[in-house]
């Protein structure tokens, strides 16, 4: 299958810091990509579906001034986590899919805010 | 509004055993079905996609079937291993809300040595 690389596997940063992580589309062009939040022994919950060349499009209760999601190209997406809390310290995982075919997945970030 | 379930939510099961996984969706107006695997701490690993004008595919050990009309898809895993144990989840895309995956709360699979 397809390739989704996540960037990085892990991160521990500093409360009030920034963090951004990276999401690239090996191996096809996506014009869609996801961006899911998973707390530990829990479902993914989605916080965002961004078009490349759009903005995105945010879940509801979803602090867009917090997660800011770029996609500037098919093969590449961003989430920055701004001022970082204790709080945000989670699991991220992104998706890419190319129009209306098979999703693939990165690996996960673990963000951990001390 | 789709909704999609797994059952069982938890699975032990001996070395070699066949199983089944069950997923079900609301809507039948799908385009298509994926089966993905979770390791913990990992991200999904998608296993088989069945497009809405089939009923099955298979990879592998895996068969997963498709029936749209009941709303209803299962995943088999023949000749069950330690290896396949993990999170299954099953989810559909929802094309009336920007094509967003609508998951089940998966199926933790536990096989035994």
């Known amino acids: 299958g397809a390739v989704v690389s996540q960037h990085p596997s892990w991160v521990i940063c500093k409360s009030g810091t920034s963090v951004k992580i990276e999401c690239r589309s090996l191996?096809?062009?996506?014009?869609?990509m996801f961006w899911y939040r998973q707390f530990p022994k829990q479902s993914l919950m989605l916080m965002a579906t961004?078009?490349?060349?759009?903005?995105?499009?945010?879940e509801q209760g979803v602090e867009k001034d917090k997660f800011l999601i770029n996609h500037a190209s098919l093969t590449l997406s961003t989430l920055t986590v701004t001022s970082a809390h204790p709080e945000d310290s989670s699991f991220y995982i992104c998706?890419?899919?190319?129009?209306?075919?098979?999703?693939?997945f990165g690996q996960g970030t673990r963000l951990t805010v001390v | 509004k789709q909704e999609v379930t797994q059952i069982p939510a938890a699975l032990s099961v001996p070395e070699g055993e066949n199983l089944v996984l069950n997923c079900s969706f609301t809507?039948?107006?799908?385009?298509?079905l994926q089966w993905f695997r979770q390791d913990p701490g990992k991200g999904l690993t998608s296993l088989l996609l069945?497009?809405?004008?089939?009923r099955e595919q298979t990879s592998g050990r895996l068969n997963a079937s498709l029936d749209k009309s009941s709303g209803r898809s299962t995943l088999y895993i023949a000749a069950s291993q330690p290896g396949d144990s993990a999170t299954y989840l099953c989810?559909?895309?929802?094309?009336?809300?920007?094509?967003?995956?609508?998951f089940g709360q998966g199926t933790e699979l536990s096989v035994k040595p």
């Open positions: 998706s890419a899919r190319l129009k209306f075919t098979e999703a693939f």
């Open positions: 191996d096809f062009q996506a014009t869609t």
């Open positions: 961004s078009n490349e060349g759009s903005k995105a499009t945010y």
């Open positions: 809507d039948s107006a799908i385009y298509n």
């Open positions: 069945i497009q809405s004008s089939q």
């Open positions: 989810a559909v895309p929802n094309y009336n809300q920007g094509g967003k995956l609508i």
